[in-house]
C-alpha cells in the first residue's frame, strides 16, 4: 500500500515537472522565432493594439504618449520581424525613440498640439507595410505566417491612413466636410474607404483629403486583387504540396523557408 500511494503522489509531480518543461521549451522556441523574425502573428496583435488605442482614448497630451508608442512598436516591430537590416533601419529606429521622448515632454510640460516629429512618426508608419510586404513575398510557400503578414499588412494600411487623415485635420484644422472631433470617425473613413464601402456619411473636406481618400481606395482595391489572390492560391498550392508529399515520403517538395 504504501509503495502504491508513493508511487500516486509521485504522478502529479512528474506531470508537474513534465508541464513546466513544455512550457520553457514553448518560450524557447517563441524567444527563437521573434529573434530569427518573420514571426507575424505578435505583429498582428500589435497592430490591433494600436487599433484600439487610437479608437478609445481621449485626445489629450498623455494619450498622445500612448498612441505615439503605440505606432513606433509597430514600426520597429515590422522591421525587426521583416529582417530588415541596415544604417536604414537605426535611423528608423532613432526617430521612433525620439518622437516617444519628444511626446513624454509635451505631455510634462503641457503642449497641446502634436508637431513636426508626431507628424514624421506618422509618415514612417508607412514604411512598415511596405517592410512586411517585402518580406512575405519572398517566401517561397505560403503557411500560416504569410497569410498573417498580409493581415498585418491590410490592418497596418487602414490604421496608417487613418493617422495620416488625423495629422491632415490637425494641420488645416479641418478634415471632414461634416463636422467630426472623434478619432473613431477616422478609423471609420479609413477602412470604409479602403473597403470601398463608401457609406457617404463622412465626406473629405479638402481636395488634399480628396486625393488621400482615392489613394487609400485605389491601394486597397489592388491589394485585394493582388496580393490576397496571391495568398488565396499560394495557401492552396501549398496544402496540395503537403498532402502529395504525405502521401508519397519520397516526392521532393520544396521547403518553405519560413521558421
Known sequence: MTGNGERGAATPR?????????RRRRRREFAERFA???SYGLLLVA?????????????????????????????????????????????LQVIALAAVANSVVQAIIGYPHADTITYLTVLLMMVAPVAVLRSISRHQQVGLETVLGGISVYVLLGVSFAAIYLAVDSISGGFFAQASENRVSFLYFSFITMTTVGYGDLTPGTEVGQVLAS?????????????VAWLVSGFARTRRDNQAAA???GLDVEADPQP
Not at 494600436?50 to 515590422?78: D, E, K, M, N, Q
Not at 489613394?215 to 496580393?227: D, F, K, M, S
Request: proline share 3%.
Open 14 to 22: 512528474a506531470q508537474q515537472v513534465a508541464d513546466e518543461a513544455a
Open 36 to 38: 530569427r523574425g518573420d
Open 47 to 91: 497592430v490591433l493594439a494600436t487599433y484600439v488605442l487610437l479608437a478609445v482614448l481621449p485626445a489629450t497630451a498623455w494619450s498622445r504618449v500612448l498612441i505615439t508608442a503605440g505606432f513606433c512598436t509597430v514600426l520597429l516591430l515590422a522591421l525587426h520581424t521583416s529582417r530588415w537590416r541596415g544604417r536604414g533601419t537605426r535611423v
Open 215 to 227: 489613394l487609400e481606395a485605389l491601394v486597397g482595391q489592388i491589394y485585394l486583387v493582388t496580393v
Open 247 to 249: 502521401s508519397d515520403p
